[in-house]
């Protein structure tokens, strides 16, 4: 269940319809569009360590 | 000669030498059985798996068609691609990967189309499977060898011309594959992810630097066109075709036999969870300077039309990168071009022989397969000389497209049980129908979406709904192929 939660939320994180408009850069250079993302991606990370760690059981 | 050829020319006959030397080194091994030649053995453990899967899914599209895209489209690119597969395909992965090598191991299945006809009992489920398998594949490989004919003529000042260039790189996959089958595409990958990863790292820093740091390369786009900056809103950016490709671009590459032939080759299911923890850090190393390659080109070359996009990659490797360094961007396309040229020709070769030719050639197979590689090289090799001014993400997406319907049936294959053999035709069936009406020119009420969307709800409900509609298999079919426990258990 909350392997499928935490999909859902990911997955509404990717479509950020109610993002308010970009600002930035960041860090000097990075435009919010990519850091954004990136951020996207760390998290996707964590929910795969996760979800490899206790999901997916050796069969 | 221009000593700049001669450098290039040096660093390629050097890389060719390497992964020909990795492909007769894998020949002994190769030779001793057809497992072991199309699977090496079923024995690939993380790292090797790690990269042959990597070097596999990684080709012109990324390191050529990525930055053309970004380079028209700004760096929207990254999330509309990069960010959603690095979740996507890793659960593909664990949702069809693990359960088809486990069946695969259960059923003595070599391939992805083999798999399917020994599941279902059903000669003609692999040979539809082998079909489309090989309608989408054709494409794919095409704009692989038109990518590496760009790169090199681009490098070489058009010196050397993509004829030249793209039958070099097909004749050269084509040797080492049909050497060392497997076990020496798998070597090799890890050889060329590595040339290839290493090098996108060093070229986000080297070029960076030649534009004067990244505050000043990003200046320079903004200036431009600060649109490049944000996420954009007409394409694919739109929020209904952002879902559409964003499912696409996740699914698609479980449905790449290539890709899916190397998951039957891991050795256990914990390689596989290994690679998945791998798989989203690699892609972001690959895709950051892959699209900010393409950005920052916007800002370097205004002058660089739109039809000329996919030049963007190695002009800026040529213009903004010391002179020694040149060469390695070059391998670098070349690397990721024919780490999965070989995969593709391996997995076509050996489904045609194994599903699809007669049972007269059991005991030839790997002959057969290496001379089947030879007939699929030459027609690719003809094609890409046809479709050479096509853009690589255009051949790319049509190859994408239809892979994502071969996943219902893949997926469905290996999770339930009901699943029928004529479910297991229908389906990729009703999904290429739909496909061909939208590339036909046929204006289809999609609501927003793109047209794939619906070809893989076709899909879903035509293997659904034909499957309930057809007799189940019989108990002892399924229990062979599904085993003790009930598949979905893990």
Known sequence: MLAVVGFVALLALHFDLWRPLPAGPYFGWMPEELLFRLLWMGLAWLYLLWFTATVWREE | ?490
Not at chain 2, 9 to 20: D, G, K, N, S
Request: proline share 4%.
């Open chain 2, 1 to 490: 000669m221009d000593p700049r050829l001669v450098q290039l020319l040096i660093a390629t006959a050097v890389y060719f030498a390497v992964v020909l030397l990795l492909g007769a080194l894998a020949t002994r091994r190769a030779s001793r059985s057809a497992e072991e030649y199309f699977l090496a053995g079923r024995g690939l453990g993380t790292v090797v798996l790690f990269m042959a899967l990597f070097g596999t899914n990684c080709t012109s599209f990324v390191l050529v068609g990525i930055p053309g895209s970004a380079f028209q489209h700004g760096i929207g690119v990254f999330g509309l691609n990069a960010a959603v597969v690095a979740l996507g395909i890793p659960l593909t992965f664990w949702a069809i990967g693990a359960p088809a090598r486990r069946m695969a191991k259960r059923l003595g299945a070599l391939t992805p189309a083999e798999l399917y006809t020994r599941r279902f009992g059903s000669r003609a489920v692999g040979v539809v499977l082998f079909a489309f398998f090989t309608l989408y594949t054709l494409p794919y490989m095409v704009q692989a060898v038109i990518g590496a004919g760009i790169t090199v003529a681009q490098a070489t000042g058009d010196a050397v011309g993509v004829e030249v260039a793209g039958l070099v790189v097909v004749l050269i996959a084509l040797v080492y594959t049909s050497l060392g089958g497997m076990r020496a595409t798998a070597w090799t990958n890890v050889f060329q992810g590595l040339l290839f990863l290493l090098f996108m790292v060093a070229a986000f820093f080297l070029m960076s630097r030649s534009l004067g740091g990244l505050g000043e390369a990003m200046a320079r786009v903004e200036e431009r066109d600060p649109g490049l900056l944000v996420r954009g809103e007409g394409w694919l950016f739109e929020p209904r075709k952002w879902a559409s490709w964003g499912m696409v671009i996740s699914l698609t590459v479980i449905g790449f036999p290539h890709m899916f032939a190397r998951l039957l080759a891991a050795d256990d299911d914990g390689s596989l969870r290994r690679v998945c923890r791998l798989y989203p850090l690699a892609l972001a190393l690959l895709w950051v300077p892959a699209v900010l390659i393409g950005v920052w080109g916007a800002g370097a070359f205004p002058d660089l039309g739109a039809a000329d996009a996919d030049r963007v990659f190695q002009r800026m490797a040529s213009e903004h990168m010391p002179a020694w360094i040149g060469p390695f961007g070059f391998l670098a396309v070349l690397a990721a071009v024919m780490s999965t040229l070989d995969a593709q020709l391996l997995t076509l070769s050996s489904m045609l022989v194994r599903d699809a030719l007669p049972a007269g050639l059991r005991g030839r197979e790997v002959l057969a397969g290496r001379l089947f590689a030879v007939g699929l090289a030459l027609v690719v090799y003809v094609l890409a000389l046809v479709w050479e001014r096509a853009s690589v993400f255009a051949i790319s997406r049509m190859a994408f497209e239809g892979y994502t319907t071969l996943v219902p049936t893949l997926l469905l294959g290996v999770r339930w049980r009901r699943f029928t053999a004529a479910g297991a035709i229908a389906s990729p069936c009703a999904g290429f129908a739909v496909l061909a009406l939208a590339w036909g020119g046929v204006a289809l009420p999609t609501g927003g979406f793109l047209p794939v969307f619906w070809a893989v709800v076709a899909a879903f409900a035509a293997g659904l709904l034909v499957s309930l509609a057809t007799p189940a298999q019989d108990e002892a079919g399924a229990d062979a192929a599904f085993g003790a426990s009930r598949p979905g258990s893990s």
